[in-house]
């Protein structure tokens, strides 16, 4: 099924990709291919893997921590604190893209 390209199918629960012929109409891992039978998601192919998107994931939250300490000692230089959130936002943008729905 599916004639999707520039990205790949991922089973959750193997933490694995997923070749289109093992997966069901249904978008399950199928078992007749030694598949779980569990949901399968799409992600779209950046050319990050699975662990980079975690490990981007981490620096995320990382940088949020940050600014929320910025805006928690009421931080002198706004506009720096503003450039900082944009650049987060666009982070996570590309990653929602990235983890695919
Ligand atoms: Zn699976």
Redesign the pocket.
């Known amino acids: 099924m599916n004639d999707k390209s520039n990205g790949y199918w991922w089973?959750p629960?193997?933490q694995?990709r997923?070749e289109p012929q093992d997966v069901t109409n249904q978008e399950t891992?199928d078992i007749r291919a030694g598949?779980?039978?569990?949901s399968?998601v799409w992600g779209i192919d950046l050319g990050l893997s699975y662990k980079q998107l975690q490990s981007e994931n981490r620096e995320l939250k990382k940088r949020l921590s940050r600014i929320e300490d910025k805006i928690n000692s009421f931080a002198e230089n706004t506009e720096d604190v503003k450039a900082e959130i944009r650049v987060v936002l666009l982070i996570a943008e590309v990653l929602e893209l990235a983890e695919g729905k």
């Open positions: 089973c629960f193997c694995c997923i891992h598949g779980c039978g569990n399968v």
